[in-house]
């Protein structure tokens, strides 16, 4: 049987795919997790080796150390079925396998090739931008959707969420009024899209619209805040308007509502807590006790380690916030001591943990002991690679706010200068702009805003 877009599979249960089909739509839609659906399709059809590979990538997305183990189970469970595989599947198979062995980028371009031949393949659309982001790959997440969506029709199901993949791309390369019309475009069909809603809430942070992103969350929030699990990330996302215009208290009542406790279920929620209460702290707001809350319930184990350095990361974060500068650095030496060991060398995270991870955190630990000097100059030396541990522009901006507090901290107006020049020149005065130029005592002039 072919997928409803002409895709060839490997079973022939009517059954079995109409349920993969559901959990591909819940992968892209993140309305539940989609196990439930994959157990249905295996069950249906107990020799298909694709929803066990689904099972496989949809634990990995979740980029946490305990799910490579079960992964690697379900792996396991579907290639003594690969022989009924149809080719894409087989390339699915090849893509996670790579991935379960921390090869990223081997598993991108698995899928690019894919994609060449069946660029109507939703899985590998989805699955390939999840670790272009993962990896920080820009380029990538504009130009596969963008390859594959001339190809595809606009009465499927799934074409708002591919077109809302494009979107998110081109705001990632800074193409703004294209990302926002096509993921308003995504949108005007008749499902609840909340990429779509993610990528426009990307374009208003970046150019400084903290108003009218507050406004387009609460608009759209009966698509996304109730039973997504996409939601905690919007709430982070209107969490930085919020922040943009120094309503620290409000920022304090969306983490213990919506960010904190029994809220958090998985690590990439915990990351967006950290973040918010690591961007509190430079302002100066008491955020210790929350910051403890978070770290208690946060997996901190050594085999935890570069796992993921954008998550190894804003652990540290959490952990400086909290006031536990030792925990920090034992926490430093663990992301250590799992980068340099060679058996794990070709690993993307590995290498980019030694390359810009360690660093980074290096820094933050300076930053700690009043060595600012230092702190100061390894974070702007690590700005032009901090892409390659993955997130977004608007969530690496962490990196340039903790610049500038350690530029504040440390008289260093050079860097102050520098970066508040760049804020400026990029989208128009916001309050928190304004407040980094009053610390560091800098003088903002009239400028065009975008006009660098």
């Avoid at 579907?78 to 921390?102: D, K, Q």
């Avoid at 993921?183 to 809430?201: F, K």
């Avoid at 509502?257 to 918010?276: K, M, N, P, W, Y």
Wanted: proline fraction near 4%; charge should be negative.
């Amino acid at each position: 049987m072919n997928d409803p877009r002409g895709n060839p599979t490997g079973t022939a249960s009517q059954q079995s795919l109409d349920a993969a089909q559901r959990a591909l739509w819940r992968m892209m839609s993140f309305f539940d997790t989609p196990l439930a659906d994959l157990d249905a399709a295996s069950a249906a059809d107990p020799g298909w080796a694709l929803p066990h590979v689904m099972r496989a990538g949809f634990l990995l997305s979740l980029t946490e150390a305990q799910y490579v183990t079960p992964a690697r189970a379900a792996l396991d469970a579907a290639e003594p079925l690969l022989g009924g595989a149809s080719e894409p599947e087989r390339a699915h198979f090849s893509a996670v396998r790579r991935l379960a062995e921390g090869r990223w980028s081997d598993a991108c371009r698995t899928w690019d090739t894919l994609l060449l031949a069946h660029p109507r393949d939703a899985l590998a659309l989805q699955w390939a931008q999840l670790w272009d982001f993962h990896r920080g790959d820009a380029v990538g997440l504009r130009l596969r959707p963008a390859r594959a969506l001339p190809e595809w029709d606009a009465a499927d199901p799934l074409y708002p969420y591919a077109l809302a993949l494009h979107a998110f791309g081109l705001e990632e390369n800074h193409l703004y009024a294209q990302a926002e019309e096509t993921a308003r475009r995504a949108l005007t069909y008749d499902a609840a899209v909340p990429w779509a809603v993610h990528a426009v809430a990307h374009v208003m942070e970046m150019q400084g619209r903290f108003d009218d992103g507050a406004a387009w969350l609460r608009q759209q929030q009966a698509g996304w805040a109730e039973g997504n699990g996409f939601a905690g990330h919007l709430w982070w996302h209107l969490g930085l308007f919020r922040l943009e215009t120094l309503d620290t208290i409000g920022v304090l009542r969306l983490i213990d509502a919506h960010l904190s406790g029994e809220a958090i279920e998985i690590t990439l929620q915990r990351v967006d807590a950290a973040s918010l209460l690591w961007r509190l702290h430079l302002l100066g707001v008491d955020v210790a006790s929350r910051a403890r809350d978070l770290v208690a319930g946060w997996p901190l184990d050594e085999a935890d380690a570069s796992h993921s350095v954008f998550n190894d990361l804003h652990a540290m974060l959490a952990l400086m916030a909290s006031g536990d500068p030792a925990r920090a650095e034992a926490w430093l030496a663990s992301v250590a001591a799992q980068a340099l060991r060679a058996e794990d060398a070709k690993r993307s995270a590995v290498v980019v943990a030694r390359e810009v991870g360690l660093p980074l955190m290096r820094a933050l630990l300076a930053l700690a002991r009043g060595q600012c000097d230092v702190a100061c100059e390894t974070l702007y030396q690590l700005r032009a690679s901090a892409q390659r541990i993955g997130g977004s522009h608007a969530q690496r901006d962490v990196i340039d706010q903790t610049l500038l507090a350690a530029a504040a901290k440390g008289g260093r107006h050079d860097f102050a200068r520098a970066l508040v020049n760049e804020r400026v020149m990029a989208k128009p005065i916001t309050p928190l702009t304004q407040y980094w130029a009053d610390r560091l005592q800098i003088a903002l002039r009239d400028r065009a805003p975008g006009s660098g």
